[in-house]
């Protein structure tokens, strides 16, 4: 999972570009990179860490020109240790191109072979993302047999990287002395967004948010399979460029992902939450009495609109109980489960007076690895509380995801191969309440009647690309399993993804 961003303008953009990648921190903590472009040559800094640590004044400086990309970088794919594996990437041939990219490749070791035995381009990192800029490269340069670079080049090319390119990537690629490229996936299924500020800029991010949040109005999604040629004078050109495109946005965006003033895909994502929380209301009056529940407490913070829907929807008072520490790092980097756990007590502590005594429902957005769950349900109790119910604003997370969230191996999910009441038990609740997978799609679609579907793989193990087996993802996951797991005692540990409130 990452955030992208580019910009079209009249002025210097690196601040700009600096203020949208804040704006979309939560999408991803381990790297920042900024690329701007003066004239026809490009000005790169990129490097571990939060963007406001990776860019110093000296580093802003250094990046002059008009136009320019951001990503913050959140790895599901490559070496997440390697520094060089920080976006944006750059390629000099044809024409000079840098990319920053959204998602995952599920075909990135059939194209890296195909690139350096057929294309004979190198490949220098294991990063899906630099696979995917040359492939654009190659089809770039095939469009355009050698001559100068014309629309019906760029569009060509695009279309080839869709008839290549499997799996999941929202794109923004700059193309020296040209303009921007903006493209997505045929199935939409990582956002992408277009506008325009009062001075005739235009921008591209992978929410809306960072749009508004920098002055610009949103004008629209871009659409599955389409690209949109950025000219270095703010003219902009669309096409379709896929064969048969639908529409399947990812639903974890809505479920955890996105932040809750963000609009994807025509979709309030505030209000998909609060739409799940009424579903999931239903689902929790059936289980037990609401008399039974003296307070609802959500699990901070994404859960939050979900946690109100439920307590105004079963008549129960809704209380805050947990208070979060916002400087603490994110626990989904740290290394060894007794790391994350211990990290779990350091981000949230109770508030014992709404726990004391009282039978609780906490609220949480979804359940993942499950030791955050376990953690904090065992806080409850050592707050006194009688009797804690805990309630998922998503179903059972059960499936690898292979299209850029970091959920990537059976083994680390809780409720793979296990029942509710098996979860149950490893979480220590006294019930626990999942949301229905269909009554969630119903909730989220009703935003958006124009939607095919969603991509929600996590939850029923149907791969929207059509393209991935299960020795697929076991080879995609092989880099990426971990010793230290094998140390938990069954439950593994939950995704925390940064907070949404905490950028």
């Given at each position: 999972m990452c955030g992208i961003v580019g910009v079209v303008s009249t002025q210097p953009v690196n601040q700009l570009i600096y203020d949208a990648l804040l704006l979309l921190q939560h999408r991803g903590q381990d790297a920042a990179g900024i690329v701007t472009q003066l004239g026809h040559k490009f000005f790169m800094h990129k490097?571990?860490?939060?963007?406001?640590?990776?860019?110093?004044?000296?580093?802003?400086?250094?990046?002059?020109?008009?136009?320019?990309l951001g990503q913050v970088r959140y790895p599901t794919a490559g070496n997440a240790n390697s520094e060089e594996e920080a976006q944006p990437f750059y390629v000099n041939a044809p024409f000079g191109v840098v990319l920053a990219h959204n998602g995952n490749l599920t075909n990135?070791?059939?194209?890296?072979?195909?690139?350096?035995?057929?294309?004979?381009?190198?490949i220098n990192t294991e990063s899906d993302s630099e696979v995917l800029l040359n492939v654009l490269a190659h089809e770039l340069g095939r469009a355009s047999q050698g001559g100068a670079l014309q629309l019906e080049s760029i569009f060509a090319a695009v279309a080839a990287v869709h008839r290549r390119v499997r799996g999941s990537y929202a794109v923004v690629a700059l193309i020296a002395g040209h303009g921007m490229l903006v493209f997505r996936d045929p199935y939409g299924i990582r956002p992408l967004c277009i506008g325009r500020g009062p001075d005739g800029t235009v921008m591209a991010a992978s929410e809306s948010v960072a749009l508004e949040g920098t002055g610009h109005r949103f004008e629209r999604d871009v659409a599955p399979g389409e690209a949109i040629w950025v000219t270095l004078d703010g003219q902009l050109h669309a096409r379709q460029c896929a064969d048969a495109p639908r529409h399947h946005p990812c639903i974890f965006e809505f479920v955890y992902l996105a932040r809750p003033d963000s609009v994807i895909d025509g979709i309030s994502v505030y209000q998909a939450r609060l739409n799940m929380g009424q579903a999931l209301a239903t689902r929790v009056v059936s289980t037990m009495p609401p008399s039974e529940i003296d307070a609802v407490i959500p699990i901070p913070e994404s859960s939050r609109p979900a946690a109100m829907e439920v307590a105004r929807l079963i008549g129960r008072p809704y209380r805050e109980g947990f208070v979060k520490n916002r400087y603490v790092g994110r626990t989904f980097i740290m290394p060894g489960q007794a790391v994350r756990k211990k990290s779990v007590r350091q981000k949230l502590n109770v508030?014992?007076?709404e726990f004391a005594g009282r039978n609780v429902l906490l609220v949480d957005?979804?359940?993942?690895?499950?030791?955050?769950?376990?953690?904090?349900?065992?806080?409850?109790?050592?707050?006194g509380a009688r009797k804690v119910y805990l309630a998922s604003a998503a179903p059972p997370v059960r499936y690898p995801n292979v299209y850029g969230i970091d959920m990537p191996t059976q083994q680390e999910l809780v409720a793979h191969g296990r029942s509710v009441e098996e979860v149950r038990q490893l979480i220590g609740c006294d019930a626990l309440i999942y949301q229905d997978l269909e009554a969630m799609k119903r909730a989220v679609a009703a935003l958006n009647p124009h939607l095919q579907g969603f991509e929600a793989s996590c939850f029923d193990?149907?791969?929207?690309?059509?393209?991935?087996?299960?020795?697929?993802?076991?080879?995609?996951?092989?880099?990426?399993?971990?010793?230290a797991l094998e140390e938990d005692d069954g439950g593994g540990s939950r995704l925390t993804l940064p907070s949404v409130q905490e950028v």
């Open positions: 490097a571990r860490g939060m963007v406001r640590d990776v860019f110093r004044t000296r580093n802003m400086r250094a990046l002059p020109g008009n136009c320019g990135a070791q059939q194209l890296r072979q195909e690139l350096v035995q057929t294309d004979h381009r190198h508030i014992a007076s957005d979804s359940i993942v690895r499950g030791t955050t769950s376990r953690e904090i349900v065992q806080m409850a109790r050592e707050a193990g149907h791969y929207i690309t059509g393209d991935v087996t299960p020795e697929q993802v076991e080879a995609m996951n092989a880099p990426r399993c971990m010793p």
